[in-house]
């Protein structure tokens, strides 16, 4: 069992910056896939970020490359997702999640455990 807790969120103008975290209380935390995922009001929710287990290996949403960067520490079973150049679009709730292995998996299926989530509101 893999517990997820992300922090950081909070309300930012556009153009601004936030960073995300994410502690995981997996024991073999390094073998594990790490994303972020995010939901806004209404809709579906939808991928941001992933990374490998090794932290070499990443992948982004067309909406968000080149903004938005994932990274981990493995020595603090901790993956972040710093978010610059932000935009009221990005607005929506965000969501850690995790599996085993070393596919980057990109839809929602593809992991099996979640964080809580963590706001992220964009004022324009």
């Known amino acids: 069992q893999v517990q997820l807790v992300e922090s950081g969120g909070g309300l930012v103008q556009t153009g601004g910056s936030l960073r995300l975290s994410c502690a995981a209380s997996?024991?073999?935390?390094?073998?594990?896939?790490l994303a972020w995922f995010r939901q806004a009001p209404g809709k579906e929710r939808e991928f941001a970020a992933a990374?490998?287990?090794?932290?070499?290996?990443?992948n982004y949403a067309g909406s968000v490359k080149g903004r938005f960067t994932i990274s981990r520490d493995n020595a603090k079973n901790t993956v972040y997702l710093q978010m610059n150049s932000l935009k009221p679009e990005d607005t929506a709730v965000y969501y850690c999640a995790a599996r085993a292995g070393s596919e980057l998996g990109l839809s929602v299926r593809a992991y099996d455990y979640w964080g809580q989530g963590t706001q992220v509101t964009v004022s324009s």
């Open positions: 990374i490998g287990g090794s932290g070499v290996v990443s």
């Open positions: 997996a024991r073999t935390f390094s073998s594990f896939t």
